[in-house]
Nanobody, 126 residues
Framework: VQLQASGGGLVQAGDSLRLSCAAS????????MGWFRQAPGKEREFVAA????????YSADSVMGRFTISRSNAKNTVYLQMNSLKPEDTAVYYC????????????????????WGQGTQVTVSS
């Protein structure tokens, strides 16, 4: 599967953005999806994950209550709605996919994912 992330940009603290990740192929619904981010000089960190069907989601503590992950299997797309953005949310955001035959899991570790998008830059000014 190939992933294309978009929707990043430069915003002010308190603003909102919605990231999208479009997947190629006809088996998108077979993949658990995740969002990660990497700030300059820091390791890539987990942001949010969603199961194949979208029925199970999980978010990192740092974004819980502000960010929401969702997906449309009909559109082969996963989203990350980001509200109340803070300067510390500044990073390159990556989407990732993992084939999940069980259908009932989400994954929070970099190494759990098989496919990665190219990243989209989010910059939040204070």
């Amino acid at each position: 599967v190939q992933l294309q992330a978009s929707g990043g940009g430069l915003v002010q603290a308190g603003d909102s953005l919605r990231l999208s990740c479009a997947a190629s192929g006809r088996t998108f619904s077979s993949y658990a999806m995740g969002w990660f981010r990497q700030a300059p000089g820091k390791e890539r960190e987990f942001v949010a994950a969603i199961s194949r069907s979208g029925g199970i989601t999980y978010s990192a503590d740092s974004v819980m209550g502000r960010f929401t992950i969702s997906r449309s299997n009909a559109k082969n797309t996963v989203y990350l709605q980001m509200n109340s953005l803070k300067p510390e949310d500044t990073a390159v955001y990556y989407c990732a996919a993992r084939n999940d035959p069980t259908g009932s899991h989400y994954y929070t570790v970099n190494g759990d994912y098989d496919y990665w998008g190219q990243g989209t830059q989010v910059t939040v000014s204070s």
